[in-house]
Nanobody, 122 residues
Framework: DVELVESGGGLVQPGGSLRLSCQAS????????MTWVRQTPRKGREWVSS????????DYADSVKGRFTISRDNSKNILYLQMNNLKPDDTAVYYC???????????????RGQGTQVTVSS
């Protein structure tokens, strides 16, 4: 079964940076598109970014475009999310999952791991 472990979250001041990682196992990572989704109690789930299996196609939510960068290392089975110029509104639990989604179509996204908490606060 698909196993995904998110890490790299933490507390950071506004304007700071974090890099999230998602270690994948038990499936052929190199053949899977991947996605980051975040969730807060107030806003619910929000699609953040998706990347195709070879990184050829990438898409971002408007709210993170220009600040976040999704990438992957298929030799290590790891998905990344580099987050720069963080804002308080980026505070959320971040989850990775398989598949390529968009802002209006991610109902079928399934989170497999525990997520990683990102808190942006001064």
């Amino acid at each position: 079964d698909v196993e995904l472990v998110e890490s790299g979250g933490g507390l950071v001041q506004p304007g700071g940076s974090l890099r999230l990682s998602c270690q994948a196992s038990e499936f052929d990572f190199s053949r899977a598109a991947m996605t980051w989704v975040r969730q807060t109690p107030r806003k619910g789930r929000e699609w953040v970014s998706s990347i195709t299996n070879n990184g050829g196609i990438i898409d971002y939510a408007d709210s993170v475009k220009g600040r976040f960068t999704i990438s992957r290392d298929n030799s290590k089975n790891i998905l990344y999310l580099q987050m720069n110029n963080l804002k308080p509104d980026d505070t959320a639990v971040y989850y990775c999952g398989t598949g390529f989604y968009s802002a209006t179509r991610f109902e079928s996204f399934r989170s497999r791991g525990q997520g990683t908490q990102v808190t942006v606060s001064s």
